[in-house]
């Protein structure tokens, strides 16, 4: 099994300083047309409300992508030789048009679907991740666990904008894109903008777990919750690198402090293992705000651990893992 998938460059052989920068050194492919996985950035963020940057996020995490090995420690999974797996690129984007932006990038995933590939997205702000929500979820709502330092369920921004990169949980529920029930937040925290800011969110059923709860309860027991309020359907995960602490990941639009370490946000990764994954992503990397690549190497991390996982759960449909 795997003897035809794409592999990686070896490092052994060609420094990791070397070559085409490509997500985890993969081949850089025309379509996701005989992939498992298809990894693909998202370079656009025209729904920032303060800090821009974001939509260089991609192209960095490429480069510190080239950090990561073949071989996950902790489950010693060999991700490129039980999936096929491979760059796509970068989806087409419109900078100065939000709607047709957002329209692309929805194009953009529907091929990777319709090629029958798993997508694992690099943004780009958070914005970007409705159009692939609207993509994915056509024809089901899906379950979503959405780790943040911010609830993104606001409404408008200045004026009657219903369209930034703080609004887009709120629109995938009135879009009928994730169902509320099934709707799990990590790590909120943060000055807000009045008392009521989550109100309509937790009115909708979904379930916010702030940081103070995350420190009191740990990983495990919080991701046990998650586990029984997602179950076995179809589920997005969607990691905006803000829910890190800026400390060790400060090139974000809009930092938090109090988040996670990056530690804890690879175990609470792992800890997903199992569940039914229709889609990852990994956003608001933003470059230009970043100290010496700590943001970056953070987020490359962080898809290299759901990459892990999605190659497993790709593994388990073949047969060849327990369930």
């Known amino acids: 099994m795997g003897k035809h998938f794409h592999q990686p460059v070896d490092a052994t052989k060609v420094p990791r300083f070397a070559g085409h920068a490509t997500f985890m050194r993969l081949p850089a492919v025309a379509s996701a047309h005989g992939l498992d996985i298809a990894?693909?950035?998202?370079?656009?963020?025209?729904?920032?409300?303060?800090?821009?940057?974001?939509?260089?996020?991609?192209?960095?995490?490429?480069?510190?992508?080239?950090?990561?090995?073949?071989?996950?420690?902790?489950?010693k999974t060999e991700p490129f030789k039980i999936a096929n797996i491979a760059d796509v690129g970068d989806l087409d984007v419109n900078p100065i048009d939000l709607l047709d932006g957002l329209r692309l990038i929805e194009a953009g995933i529907a091929s990777i679907l319709e090629a029958g590939a798993i997508p694992l997205c690099v943004g780009g702000d958070h914005l970007t991740t409705l159009p692939v929500l609207r993509a994915i979820a056509k024809?089901?709502?899906?379950?979503?666990?959405h780790f943040d330092a911010h609830s993104d369920t606001n409404d408008t921004y200045f004026g009657n904008n219903p369209f930034t990169h703080g609004t887009p949980?709120?629109?995938?529920?009135?879009?009928?894109?994730?169902?509320?029930?099934?709707?799990?937040?990590?790590?909120?925290?943060?000055?807000?903008?009045?008392?009521?800011?989550?109100?309509?969110?937790?009115?909708?059923?979904?379930?916010?777990?702030?940081?103070?709860?995350?420190?009191?309860?740990?990983?495990?027991?919080?991701?046990?919750?998650?586990?029984r309020i997602v179950g076995g359907l179809p589920t997005y995960v969607t990691f905006d690198i803000d829910s890190i602490d800026p400390s060790m990941a400060p090139g974000t639009g809009t930092p938090e402090i109090g988040g996670f370490s990056t530690r804890e946000a690879q175990q609470l990764i792992r800890l997903l293992d199992g569940l039914n994954l229709v889609g990852a992503d990994i956003v608001e990397v933003a470059p230009p705000f970043d100290v010496g690549g700590m943001t970056s190497i953070a987020g490359a991390t962080m898809m290299f651990e759901l990459m892990c996982i999605l190659a497993r759960q790709i593994d388990r449909t073949r047969g060849l893992l327990p369930s």
């Open 39 to 75: 990894l693909a950035g998202i370079p656009w963020d025209g729904g920032t409300t303060n800090r821009a940057g974001a939509r260089h996020g991609p192209r960095e995490v490429r480069n510190y992508s080239s950090l990561m090995r073949s071989t996950h420690h902790v489950f």
């Open 139 to 145: 024809s089901q709502a899906v379950g979503l666990i």
């Open 169 to 227: 949980f709120r629109r995938a529920i009135e879009e009928k894109l994730i169902d509320p029930g099934r709707t799990v937040q990590i790590g909120i925290r943060g000055s807000i903008y009045g008392p009521d800011e989550h109100d309509w969110a937790i009115a909708q059923g979904v379930r916010i777990i702030y940081m103070e709860e995350f420190a009191e309860r740990g990983a495990e027991d919080v991701i046990a919750e998650v586990r």
